[in-house]
């Protein structure tokens, strides 16, 4: 029919029955590989691996977030110490400019004497 939508096809197997066009797994192409650490274990032993493994990244996240905490406090600490440290040259600038239009006059006075 004109106009009409192919119809999809999957692959059979030698059965009839209708294969997945893609074995992907979670989105990865290419299937999981055994390790030597995951070699030889069981369904539990896998899940205690994992756990383990979970663990150890939540104290190194743990770890992480204190060392961002202390980071950021360092970060707080030093742009307060900046907002003072600029505080200060501004009204030293400005004792500077009233030194100095009190020197002016003081010289004007001097040499009209």
């Known amino acids: ?6 119809v999809r ?4 197997d030698e059965q ?10 979670f989105g990865n192409s ?8 995951t070699r030889g274990l069981d369904s539990q032993g896998l899940l205690q691996l994992q756990t383990e493994r979970m663990r150890e990244q939540d104290l190194v ?3 992480f977030s204190a ?5 950021r406090e360092m970060g707080e600490t030093i742009g307060n110490e ?8 501004t009204e030293l ?7 100095g239009s009190k020197l002016a006059a003081a010289r004007r006075q001097a040499n009209k004497l």
């Open 16 to 25: 009839g029955t209708p294969q997945p066009r893609s074995r992907r797994i």
């Open 9 to 12: 096809t999957h692959k059979l």
């Open 30 to 37: 290419n299937p999981p590989q055994e390790t030597n650490q």
């Open 61 to 63: 996240a743990v770890e």
């Open 1 to 6: 029919m004109p106009g009409a939508m192919p």
């Open 67 to 71: 060392l961002l905490r202390r980071q």
């Open 82 to 89: 900046l907002d003072l440290q600029n505080q200060l040259l």
């Open 93 to 99: 600038d400005q004792d500077m400019d009233r030194t």
